[in-house]
């Protein structure tokens, strides 16, 4: 190209237009060697007077310009403030900086704060203290960074014929004690200008219990809508509110969290006639089970769950380090349905060589009624579909009524997963993925039966395959080529390609 423009394109386009000149690179070489020696220089001071007693003189945090209650602020400043007039004598520098530590753990637990500096000083003219001559005179200054109050994010996804809207909203630190108020709609049509098929509004207001960081408190109401096509084509609707009392450590503390969780629920079941596309499916669920029709309407549940869980993973998907552990106990009592349920998950990551990872998942429940009363639908378990067990339908698997699902009162699944580098790409979230899946869903189980109990063993389903896994921060995906090895008789199952899009795989 040889015209005018040739030279304003090469201009535009020059490899070396983002290429530092001699006296920035010179810069840039000072200011690291600079970093590097107050690194240095302050590691250093830290490992010469850690053992010394520390008196904090002057304390100063930054930043919060009203935006805290005085009470919260106090509370998640003890650490620091509880040691200023204590003139040294319990506390050593190392002892000082984990107090630091503990104080910026607060603050992030409550979800109150970004970010948070600290800048500690140390006078050169000690003042000699009789009582305590190794005694070290320090100055602290605390700089936080508050959370933006408010967040609003609206948008819509179109596509074949599909659309849906969402509204996310954020209010924080509402009364400057880290409190939240969060909402979050979705509305959804199948078809443009039709009533909506799937809806779901989520309010959820959190805080911290008497400015503890360490308790927190949800206050949820909610609603949702969806229509359900795997088994008898209807629509099931839930609308309640749910208030969770629960300890709030964070992962890196290494300890056990508890949930005490108190439900009241409006659920209904409203049996819808399907349209063609889906009256001609392979599950054939245009019909109408006697099961469904039973507990068609309102129905009404309350029940109180009481959890335990600890998660030291490093990611969510593809961990190679820590492990996920939640045991969940509900006890519904003062309904028509009443009944004691039991879930537990685990997870374990391992790190194998630098191109391999193995992941271990396995989770089982029990549902099991109390005074001959029936399980209602929405309290049975689903096994089945690309994000459990690969290589059935979702819902495929478990007892069926004419052919379709009905849930189960127990199960359990394994899930053995290998990822692998690819070639070349050893440094992108994409990972080779060899896996087994093992399950079993069932309502012939009783802890009270010796020999159902020893039954649920016999007969599980098994599948494995191969495919491509991508590990995002916000969700993960997979695409596998599935081969069920054993099945049962009515299971709903689906070899080859198969894909899956979520926040947690078996």
């Not at 935006?67 to 650490?79: C, E």
Request: charged share 15%; hydrophobic share 35%; glycine share 6%.
């Amino acid at each position: 190209m040889n015209g005018p423009d040739s030279s304003l394109e090469e201009t535009m386009f020059s490899p070396n237009e983002n290429k530092l000149s001699f006296q920035q690179e010179e810069e840039l070489k000072r200011q690291n060697i600079l970093d590097q020696y107050n690194f240095n220089t302050v590691k250093q001071v830290v490992q010469d007077n850690q053992s010394r007693p520390a008196n904090i003189t002057n304390f100063n945090i930054l930043g919060t310009d009203g935006k805290y209650r005085n009470s919260f602020l106090k509370a998640q400043l003890d650490p620091i403030i509880s040691q200023l007039n204590d003139n040294g004598r319990s506390l050593t520098f190392s002892q000082l900086l984990k107090r630091i530590d503990d104080v910026n753990f607060n603050l992030l637990k409550t979800d109150s704060i970004s970010n948070m500096g600290c800048q500690i000083g140390i006078p050169e003219n000690q003042p000699y203290n009789y009582l305590n001559p190794d005694l070290l005179n320090v100055f602290v200054n605390l700089q936080v960074v508050p959370v933006k109050k408010f967040f609003l994010k609206i948008g819509t996804n179109v596509g074949n014929g599909e659309g849906d809207g969402y509204v996310k909203l954020q209010w924080k630190n509402i009364f400057g004690g880290g409190e939240s108020l969060d909402l979050d709609t979705n509305l959804s049509s199948n078809e443009f200008k039709m009533k909506s098929s799937k809806s779901q509004y989520v309010v959820n207001y959190s805080s911290p219990i008497f400015n503890s960081a360490n308790y927190k408190f949800n206050s949820i109401l909610f609603h949702s809508m969806r229509t359900i096509d795997y088994t008898s084509y209807h629509n099931q609707s839930i609308e309640g509110l749910t208030l969770k009392f629960s300890t709030n450590n964070l992962p890196m503390e290494n300890k056990l969290n508890h949930e005490i969780s108190i439900e009241n629920l409006l659920r209904s079941i409203s049996l819808k006639t399907p349209p063609s596309s889906v009256a001609s499916s392979i599950r054939n669920n245009s019909l109408m089970t006697n099961f469904f029709l039973f507990n068609a309407g309102y129905n009404y549940k309350s029940s109180i769950t009481y959890s335990i869980f600890k998660d030291t993973r490093d990611k969510q998907y593809i961990f190679e380090k820590g492990h996920y552990l939640r045991l969940s106990n509900e006890l519904s009592l003062f309904t028509k349905n009443k009944f004691v349920k039991t879930s537990f998950d685990y997870s374990k990551g391992y790190r194998i060589n630098k191109s391999l990872i193995f992941n271990l998942n396995f989770k089982t429940g029990l549902t099991h009624p109390l005074y001959n009363d029936l399980v209602h639908p929405m309290d049975k378990f689903q096994l089945g579909g690309a994000n459990d067990m690969k290589g059935w339908l979702i819902s495929g698997m478990g007892p069926k009524q004419m052919n379709m699902s009905l849930g189960g009162n127990y199960f359990h699944a394994i899930g053995l997963n290998l990822f692998s580098n690819i070639p070349y790409y050893s440094d992108s979230n994409f990972k080779f993925h060899l896996f087994t899946n093992i399950g079993k869903l069932t309502n012939n189980f009783s802890i009270l039966n010796a020999n159902a109990a020893s039954n649920v063993f016999k007969n599980n389903c098994i599948s494995t395959g191969f495919g491509i896994s991508f590990a995002h921060p916000m969700a993960a995906f997979e695409l596998n080529w599935v081969v069920p090895v054993t099945t049962n008789a009515n299971d709903s199952i689906r070899r080859g390609l198969q894909w899956g899009i979520g926040i947690s795989f078996l």
